[in-house]
């Protein structure tokens, strides 16, 4: 079985720009979850898609951030436009409407210059 | 409003040392899940263990070992006999087990372990 896929692994844009990042769960998981690590603090919850409904979103830090899942499936999380302070590893984790454990990606590593 | 705290930073051993990594939490919730994943160098986020609220029984996989309790908010995850496959960022983490926040997890900072040969 798959695990959490997500594209791309890294991205090195310039302030101002626009970036998106994929993440696609593992199949059947209603449950999809976005965090982000900035250098050198935790990993901080971003928001919690159940299905194709945002269920909490109060992780994400402004409305520069737009997090969609089209259909229940793959999300996608769009940085525009994109500051210093976006740096930092998104993660993207998903798990089944009854399960409590959650499976990561690999993350995706932006860099905002 | 929740909070988990992993006091070490990073630890060093040499191979075959036992090493225990401490994390301590905080939460109102009266049921809750607490978790430890593991950070390799490759970057992903592997999952260890799940622990609920009401089970307290401390429990052992192969060379590793968690100490759940609840009277000093502690949940230390041990390792016997390190290995330097062992290195790696280890995260403790918390989430609540029902309300509009269920399964959203709050992250210790992390262990940075390092295994010496």
């Known amino acids: 079985e798959a695990g959490v896929t997500q594209f791309p692994s890294h991205s090195v844009i310039e302030k101002g720009q626009t970036v998106t990042l994929r993440c696609d769960p593992i199949s059947g998981h209603d449950n999809l979850y976005w965090y982000r690590r900035v250098m050198g603090k935790e990993i901080k919850f971003l928001l919690h898609?159940?299905?194709?409904?945002?269920?909490?979103e109060s992780g994400m830090p402004n409305n520069r951030f737009l997090a969609e899942r089209t259909g229940g499936t793959y999300s996608t999380l769009k940085v525009q436009p994109a500051e210093l302070e976006d740096s930092g590893v998104y993660f993207c984790a998903s798990s089944t409407l009854a399960a409590e454990t959650q499976y990561f990606g690999p993350g995706t590593r932006l860099l905002v210059l | 409003a929740q909070k988990v705290t992993q006091a070490q930073t990073e630890i060093s051993v040499v191979e075959k040392e036992d090493v225990t990594l401490d994390c301590v939490y905080e939460t109102r919730d009266t049921t809750y899940y607490l978790f430890w994943y593991k950070q390799p160098p490759s970057g992903e986020l592997v999952f260890l263990i799940r622990r609920n609220s009401f089970d307290e029984q401390n429990e052992i996989s192969g060379r590793y070992s968690w100490n759940f309790q609840k009277s000093t908010s502690s949940f230390n995850f041990t390792i016997t006999a390190s290995q330097v496959v062992d290195s790696a960022v280890y995260f403790c983490?918390?989430?609540?087990?029902?309300?509009?926040?269920?399964?959203?997890?709050?992250f210790g900072q992390g262990t940075i372990l390092t295994v010496h040969p």
């Open positions: 898609f159940v299905k194709e409904s945002k269920q909490d």
């Open positions: 983490a918390l989430s609540a087990a029902g309300g509009t926040s269920y399964g959203k997890l709050t």
